[in-house]
């Protein structure tokens, strides 16, 4: 239409149509539409369009685009793996489209031993009802050497018009005959390492054994590490017909249950399409964690062998060089006397540089040359001879010290040999980290209490500094609760028969809620009597608590003797390195250890409890944690957490450490945590037994305190203990304020 100013106006404007539901033809229809369109941008006749539509409606003829389809398939294969996926032709060009697959036996009247071959294929529908997905339904006859090439008959059959077609499958087996080795067929999910994963064998595994994928260690990524069936379809966030048939086939895409860890789950709501570390699934439950240790291959073979050969060389020249300085100096130099029958050789007491400043802040090795140098004092009391000590095989080891199993003979005059666990020093030991030895030694002398590990005595004298504490069976709480992991069902599973757990051995049963709170009580108790007897853990967490038979927890401070500086869980400061996922508030900013920021690290504690040894913080690098902490960020509820145990936790990561529970509060509601539990600890029935665990010396009560040279102190000290400026080492057991 022409515009009263010249020039043109014109609208356009697109329309389709769109069917709205299935039409059921058998031949051609056309149909004609007319439409009207008005304007209102046009008043009149010039904005009115008449539309006319030409539809022409076409039965849907099915039909395979081949008459022959081949496949693959490894005689190693394992149930459930899958073959292949066959489709009508144009399947996916259609909407409301659905055909369904049946696979048949050419020759019926085949005799039963061939029948039994082709038992090895069958065909599952897939959940868009289009495709067909062929899988071994039988891996035993792939085995056999009178089961060669199959050929089979697809059929497949239209929904709407029962249209029939077909084609013909013809699987190759491919790969030797030989016998595999029986073992079950578990989950590849399971194996947390490469080298375990690709030794397994595991349902729907296309080539016999699992295979794994490396993933990248950066935050909660989609590449993740995992251990999968068939890579090329296992993990890709979508569980087809086939992995749904058995959750344990790729629970990485199908698994509905909890996930312990950062993840994220699947767009449909299952599986897992992202992870933090590694991703492995046990039973109901999988876990997404970054391993503590991972294999990397740094140097193949040649490389060796190039660096042996380097390594080699430079030592020659290194001789050669070293002989002849030492020759020159040899001619330079004086003659020593040479010595007379006479002399003879005593071996000098054993003398240490040690001290202990007034202000009590511990200093660096590089100090260590200002102090003065005196014997260490021997304890009587404490003094345990060192023939009477056999050590054995190295429980832990850190960087500058260790801890051995041991058996003592007459230990405490008690007749015949008890099993111990022996701390000591390394030979590259300074004596910054002697000091730490001897501070723990004055410490563990007053300290005693069930749930506290016990000293029984020391080896000061004509040797290296040992002291000698209790052994406790399991190791630290958190190997203890990842071990756990594999042991039956979960601590989820609350209703599971308590009188059934007990077997041989009582330790060995799964956890229960109970157990869990339990352990968590225990652990309160003991900080509870530190906290009495005015003392800062500093480094609370459940690394650093032992599990001693019959489940006992035992607060202790291996800093010596563990390797516990993770790049996730340590940094970094000039005068070594600080625990900062379990670190108060007022610790990192301030540099202020007190009681109540042992409550923090004890909420900590909980959570890792809770998530049976999980990484807290998963996916947080430890320097982005100081100002995600001060913007009041806080972990958040792990799945399976009652909100009563959560809200502890939050008390206890208050900001104002003055708001914090005391560890009295906290064993109080503990205590009736475990009372409303199903799995309910008798309290009363552990007291005598806790009880023995008391030696005959002084009561907790008339245990003197004293400070670092063994001056009594008065019992109304102040609450708050504050740190030099510069971060130490956090190594010895425990602080006194």
């Excluded at 020159?328 to 240490?352: C, D, G, H």
């Excluded at 690394?543 to 563990?562: P, Q, T, Y």
Aim: net charge neutral.
């Amino acid at each position: 239409r022409k515009s009263p100013y010249g020039g043109v106006r014109e609208s356009v404007r697109d329309y389709q149509l769109v069917l709205k539901k299935n039409l059921c033809v058998t031949e051609n229809r056309s149909v004609y539409l007319d439409y009207q369109v008005n304007d209102a941008t046009y008043p009149g006749l010039d904005g009115t369009v008449l539309l006319r539509f030409n539809v022409t409606i076409l039965p849907v003829i099915i039909h395979f685009a081949n008459i022959t389809h081949k496949f693959t398939v490894s005689r190693r294969a394992s149930v459930y793996a899958k073959v292949g996926s066959i489709c009508v032709e144009n399947c996916l060009q259609f909407d409301g489209f659905s055909v369904t697959y049946q696979l048949e036996v050419p020759d019926r009247n085949t005799s039963a031993d061939p029948l039994s071959c082709y038992s090895a294929i069958s065909i599952t529908q897939a959940p868009d009802g289009k495709w067909g997905m062929l899988y071994v339904n039988n891996s035993e006859a792939l085995h056999s050497p009178s089961c060669q090439d199959l050929l089979y008959i697809v059929v497949a059959q239209e929904g709407l018009t029962q249209q029939e077609a077909s084609t013909q499958i013809q699987i190759t087996l491919d790969g030797s005959m030989e016998e595999l080795q029986s073992q079950s067929l578990l989950s590849c999910a399971e194996n947390r390492q490469q080298k375990e994963c690709e030794s397994a064998r595991g349902l729907g595994a296309t080539m016999g054994t699992c295979q794994w994928r490396q993933g990248i260690d950066r935050g909660i990524s989609e590449n993740y590490s995992t251990c999968s069936p068939d890579l090329k379809t296992c993990p890709d966030s979508f569980c087809d017909a086939v992995e749904s048939k058995d959750s344990s086939i790729c629970p990485q895409d199908c698994t509905t249950g909890d996930v312990i860890g950062g993840f994220e789950r699947g767009t449909s709501g299952i599986g897992i399409k992202a992870c933090h570390g590694t991703c492995y699934c046990l039973s109901r439950n999988c876990f997404c964690e970054k391993e503590d240790f991972e294999e990397v291959v740094i140097c193949d073979e040649m490389c060796k062998t190039i660096f042996a050969s380097s390594l080699l060389l430079c030592f020659v020249v290194f001789i050669i060089l070293s002989s002849y300085l030492i020759r020159l100096y040899n001619k330079s130099s004086p003659k020593p006397p040479i010595a007379s029958a006479e002399m003879t050789f005593r071996r000098p007491a054993q003398v240490y540089p040690i001290s202990f400043p007034g202000n009590n802040v511990r200093r660096g090795s590089q100090e260590s040359i200002e102090t003065d140098t005196f014997k260490i004092p021997e304890d009587p009391k404490w003094e345990f001879p060192r023939k009477n000590l056999v050590l054995g095989k190295t429980l832990g080891e850190g960087e500058f010290g260790k801890v051995v199993k041991a058996t003592a003979f007459r230990l405490k005059g008690k007749a015949g040999y008890t099993t111990v666990a022996v701390k000591m020093l390394k030979e590259n030991a300074s004596h910054s980290e002697l000091r730490d030895l001897l501070s723990e030694f004055t410490l563990l002398k007053q300290v005693n209490h069930p749930h506290v590990i016990k000293m029984y005595g020391a080896c000061s004298q004509d040797g290296p500094l040992y002291l000698i504490v209790e052994y406790a069976k399991y190791g630290s709480l958190r190997n203890f609760l990842r071990e756990s992991r594999k042991v039956g069902p979960s601590y989820m599973g609350r209703d599971a028969n308590r009188n059934s757990s007990y077997l041989e051995n009582p330790d060995d049963r799964a956890l229960t809620m109970g157990d869990l709170i339990s352990f968590a009580w225990q652990i309160s108790r003991g900080m509870q009597y530190l906290a009495e007897m005015k003392l800062v853990h500093r480094d609370l967490a459940a690394r650093n608590v032992l599990v001693a038979e019959g489940r006992k927890m035992k607060i202790s401070d291996f800093g010596l003797s563990r390797d516990v500086y993770e790049e996730d869980s340590y940094v970094k400061r000039s005068k070594g390195r600080i625990p900062v996922k379990w670190m108060a508030i007022e610790s990192l900013f301030d540099h202020i250890y007190t009681t109540q920021s042992d409550v923090w690290s004890f909420g900590v504690l909980l959570w890792e409890i809770v998530t049976l040894g999980g990484n807290p913080y998963p996916g947080i690098a430890p320097e982005r944690l100081f100002n995600l902490l001060k913007t009041g960020y806080r972990m958040e509820r792990p799945e399976n957490c009652s909100e009563e145990m959560y809200n502890l936790m939050l008390r206890c990561w208050k900001q104002e450490s003055d708001k914090r529970p005391t560890f009295s509060d906290i064993s109080k509601e503990l205590e009736r945590m475990m009372v409303k539990s199903r799995d309910y600890l008798d309290l009363a029935a552990s007291t005598p037994a806790d009880a023995l665990l008391y030696d005959d010396a002084l009561s907790e009560e008339d245990t003197p305190l004293v400070d670092c040279n063994n001056t009594p102190l008065p019992r109304t000290l102040p609450s708050t203990w504050i740190e030099n400026k510069l971060y130490g080492r956090i190594s010895h057991a425990f602080t006194r304020f």
